[in-house]
């Protein structure tokens, strides 16, 4: 999304030095056409969004679109200032809702990459270790020691977790407990041996939160990364 938006401030910003070119103009409303197709499909299959709120991102492109396509050279500086107004607003106040409910893809092999990374030592330590109790359970299914310390761990984490992101300020951390125990409340009655598709549903469940929810506390944390990990769980 972000390199796209990119391809289309410098479309408009061609079209600003040659008002003349109808080519330059085709190309920006071909742009602007897939882009609004692409952003449309992926932003439609969020999460915990209203089913509204997409069809409402849908109407706002339709009724640009209905403008912006009568668009042709020599184009009046006026429109294409509106355009590019319209594109401004509509990023930070529509696209922006999104930031924090997409569904990213769930690494396989199950491994912790830098794309989890909070920036955080120990937070992404700690992800690293989960993701790896979890890829043992999916290994040993039939194990109940693999799923008990899959457990113990997370629950540690989330602890350490809430009493380090409740305080930072202006953050809703009784949204951010919540998902931790309605996850939580359901991984806790589990035994083995664990079926494929609870499996899953955890994998998915902690690549989703950690990028949709622990990532918007970078950079804003504060006090020492330091602490004993996992009562010394972590190699």
């Known amino acids: 999304m972000d390199t796209e938006h990119v391809g289309l401030f410098e479309s408009m910003l061609a079209i600003e030095s040659d008002l003349n070119n109808q080519d330059l103009v085709d190309e920006l409303q071909d742009l602007m056409r897939d882009h609004f197709f692409a952003e449309e499909e992926k932003f439609c299959d969020s ?73 955080y030592s120990r937070l992404d330590s700690e992800h690293d270790v989960l993701f790896a109790n979890i890829l043992e359970v999916s290994q040993n299914p039939q194990s109940q020691e693999s799923l008990d310390k899959m457990k113990k761990n997370l629950k540690l984490h989330f602890d350490f977790e809430e009493g380090r992101f409740c305080n930072v300020e202006f953050f809703n951390c009784v949204d951010h407990k919540m998902k931790h125990y309605k996850f939580w409340v359901i991984l806790d009655d589990m035994k083995a041996p664990i079926n494929c598709e609870t499996i899953n549903w955890a994998k998915n469940w902690l690549a989703q939160h950690i990028k949709n929810t622990d990532h918007q506390y970078k950079e804003r944390l504060n006090g020492p990364d330091t602490g004993d990990n996992f009562s010394g769980a972590l190699p």
């Open 47 to 119: 999460l915990d969004l209203p089913w509204d709120y997409c069809q409402q991102h849908k109407k706002k492109h339709v009724i640009f679109s209905s403008r912006f396509n009568k668009m042709a050279a020599p184009v009046d500086i006026n429109e294409l200032k509106w355009a590019e107004d319209w594109l401004v607003q509509h990023i930070k106040n529509t696209d922006f809702g999104y930031k924090v409910h997409l569904k990213h893809v769930v690494p396989e092999p199950y491994v912790w990459d830098e794309s989890f990374a909070t920036d």
